[in-house]
């Protein structure tokens, strides 16, 4: 998992599975929307106006990679 945040146009993209591509998309609201692969699996989730939607604040380019998911 990879999740980079760009301060130039306030988005964040998680990359929850980096070897699958993107087939469909589905907006749950006009800042959020999950991205599938052929197989109907999520592979990614893009937030615009991250700032605002989560709270960030705008400092510089963020990359976070090799991340694992645990269930807790």
Same mark, same amino acid.
């Given at each position: 998992?990879?999740?980079?945040?760009?301060?130039?146009?306030?988005?964040?993209? $998680?990359?929850? @599975?980096?070897? +699958?591509? &993107?087939? +469909?998309? $589905?907006?749950? &609201?006009?800042? @959020?929307? *999950?991205?599938? &692969?052929?197989?109907?699996?999520?592979?990614?989730?893009?937030? *615009?106006?991250? &700032?605002?939607? $989560?709270? *960030?604040?705008? +400092?510089?380019?963020?990359?976070?990679?090799?991340?694992?998911?645990?269930?807790?």
């Amino acid at each position: 998992m990879k999740i980079k945040y760009d301060p130039e146009v306030d988005a964040i993209y $998680i990359d929850i @599975i980096e070897e +699958k591509k &993107s087939v +469909k998309t $589905i907006h749950l &609201s006009e800042d @959020i929307a *999950l991205d599938f &692969s052929g197989n109907e699996e999520l592979v990614g989730i893009e937030i *615009l106006d991250a &700032s605002k939607v $989560i709270g *960030l604040e705008r +400092k510089g380019k963020l990359v976070l990679e090799r991340l694992e998911a645990v269930a807790v």
